[in-house]
């Protein structure tokens, strides 16, 4: 699996992000709008993914819009990560839709990240607030984000995400994890490199306080 590194190698904070082609096009200014935010070093390791739905899915499921299903492969690409966490670094780990929902299922599935980021997270995926409820996360920091026109979209199963990222997050909050939902303007597709930025930068703090976020 590719992996594509940037920011300071030998920083103590390690981010880890899937990413598609519109993500790597847009890095660079993501990763300039997290050192706006957040005064710190870092370095990110941008994992390629080449076949989003079954790649980032963590069980399989039938298409929800076109003809594409879900191939359940996501156990696959949690494998490839678990190498790069090693040492006494702090991991986070981050994803804009499919992928803040893999975010999510990994930090459930494994020990090894400090934090998650999940922008825009696709929490509408078939059967995974059941899979919340009875999963204990193991990172202690989450931030939750959502455009606020997300849940008016026509698709009847897409138009569940703010009900489930509502339900989401208080069950984080019963589980007594730190954690934060931002409503950022507009549909899915707008800034999403900002809205990335901004969920990394929320962690950071989160786990190291002592830097200031402006």
């Known amino acids: 699996m590719n992996i594509l590194q940037y920011g300071n190698k030998n920083a103590d904070v390690v981010l880890i992000q899937p990413v598609d082609a ?71 780990l981050g994803g804009y839709s499919l992928a803040g929902l893999f975010a999510l299922w990994a930090a459930q599935e494994c020990d090894c990240f400090a934090a998650v980021a999940a922008a825009s997270p696709s929490v509408w995926f078939p059967g995974f607030l059941d899979y919340m409820e009875t999963h204990e996360m193991y990172a202690k920091h989450v931030y939750l984000s ?26 984080f909050g019963k589980k007594g994890i730190e954690s934060v939902l931002e409503w950022n303007s507009g549909n899915h597709f707008k800034d999403s490199e900002v809205r990335m930025a901004k969920g990394f930068a929320w962690v950071l703090q989160a786990v190291h306080p002592a830097q200031e976020t402006p």
């Open 22 to 92: 519109h993500d790597i096009e847009c890095m660079e200014e993501e990763l300039a709008e997290i050192s706006q935010r957040w005064d710190g070093a870092f370095s990110m390791q941008a994992v390629v993914i080449e076949d989003w739905n079954r790649q980032l899915s963590p069980w399989s499921a039938p298409p929800v819009f076109g003809k594409e299903g879900f191939g359940g492969g996501a156990a696959e690409v949690l494998e490839a990560i678990r190498p790069l966490c090693e040492g006494n670094k702090t991991y986070i």
């Open 146 to 171: 959502l455009g606020d026109r997300e849940e008016l979209a026509k698709n009847p199963t897409m138009a569940t995400v703010g009900d489930c990222i509502r339900k989401g997050y208080a069950l």
